[in-house]
């Protein structure tokens, strides 16, 4: 399938998606001073998926929704790119990006962005056509975020943390406040959050990395300061909990998976900043917080943050990864403040993109 027609693929799919979405009734969290918002991620990739994701976002603009975050990898890896090519249309370039933010602008609601490797730390391999990961960080941040608001046919206020001199280049971090809680979004990436590749790439890492503690910190200042009900904090990479674990929980989790007696794995220092960085500000933060994510494409729900001072996982801290290629399907996160844990958690699967029910 070209970029042009699956332009038109999503334009026709909005169209049907919008009278969907006005006709469509469900549950409201209003009278409980509720509302949810949905979450996509690792899409689309290929040609068969570029179908599927039509229908994820005719799903989305059925729903009754605050917004939609997409957190990263809006396109195909370049490598299993390079390999076949008329799988997927071509990532890292132009038409892809052009393609991805017209589908973001069918969707009804304000439409959130976090980047994801693929979307421009991967390009370096692309063989098609010669490309410069920075250079297409540059073309992502333009791209995709207008200064002080998001994407969507709704777009909603937000504050860029390049509004800060000290963080102008990293406008994709951002950070609203809906119904009484706070949202940010952090530009880690998968991939080891590109770092170990290049001496280019580190330094582009390590300076990220600042911006990206800075702007955490600032968040859990500012949801205390303004008496939020909880954060949630959007990002693309699975930074690895489990290999930051305490060594008994580490070893009950892993001994499935490795010889008895063999070594447990150990975590990327790439991502053992921010792991480190969220466990210390839980140690002072009580509301819940929701920590989401893509990039190994498992839905996933679970509570895998560890406290320094006790050994204990933070109860209040809940994990929530989305589905990823090759599932095409959301998750919808109701905010319920009749809930303790805030957060209700509820995938939607797509009936047409349900391959698993159709192979049975």
């Known amino acids: 399938m ?14 049907v998606a919008a009278l969907l979405g006005l006709a469509a009734g469900c549950a ?14 690792d899409m689309p990739y290929t040609k068969v998926q570029e179908a599927e994701y039509t229908r994820v976002i005719a799903g989305l603009n059925a729903a009754d ?3 939609v975050a997409h957190v ?21 370039v132009d038409e892809s990006y052009a393609a991805v933010r017209d589908s973001f602008q069918t969707v009804r609601h304000a439409l959130i962005l976090t980047p994801g490797d693929n979307d421009w730390t991967d390009c370096w391999p692309l063989k098609a056509r010669a490309v410069d990961p920075l250079e297409l960080l540059a073309k992502v941040r333009s791209t995709f975020y207008p200064e002080g608001r998001s994407l969507g046919q709704r777009p909603m206020a937000v504050r860029n943390q390049s509004a800060d001199p000290k963080f102008a280049k990293f406008r994709e971090n951002l950070r609203w406040s809906t119904g009484g809680v706070t949202f940010v979004t952090l530009h880690i990436v998968g991939s080891n959050d590109n770092f170990g590749r290049t001496p280019q790439m580190d330094a582009e890492h390590f300076e990220r990395k600042a911006a990206n503690l800075a702007w955490m910190r600032q968040a859990f200042a500012a949801a205390k300061a303004e008496g939020s009900r909880g954060l949630v904090i959007l ?7 489990e290999n930051f674990w305490p060594p008994a929980a580490k070893t009950r989790y892993f001994i499935p998976f490795i010889a008895r007696g063999g070594k447990l794995p150990s975590g990327s220092a790439a991502f053992e900043d921010y792991v480190k960085a969220l466990a210390d500000e839980l140690e002072t933060f009580d509301k819940p917080v929701a920590y989401v994510h893509g990039d190994t494409h498992l839905f996933r729900i679970d509570k895998p943050l560890y406290s320094a001072k006790t050994g ?9 990864e989305t589905f990823g290629w ?15 844990q805030l957060f209700v958690v509820k995938p939607q699967i797509v009936p047409q993109n349900a391959v698993g029910s159709r192979a049975r």
């Open 326 to 340: 090759p599932d095409s399907h959301w998750v919808r996160i109701e905010v319920d403040p009749a809930d303790p």
């Open 235 to 241: 990002t693309q990479a699975n930074p690895g909990f």
């Open 65 to 67: 929704l605050a917004f």
């Open 312 to 320: 204990r996982v933070f109860e209040n801290f809940t994990r929530i």
């Open 28 to 41: 409201s969290l209003d009278g409980r001073g509720g509302f949810a918002f949905g979450i996509i991620g």
């Open 72 to 92: 990263g990898d809006f396109q195909f890896d370049a490598r299993p790119y390079n390999q076949n090519p008329s799988r997927a249309s071509m990532p890292c």
């Open 2 to 15: 070209t970029h042009v027609i699956f332009k038109r693929q999503i334009l026709r799919t909005s169209a």
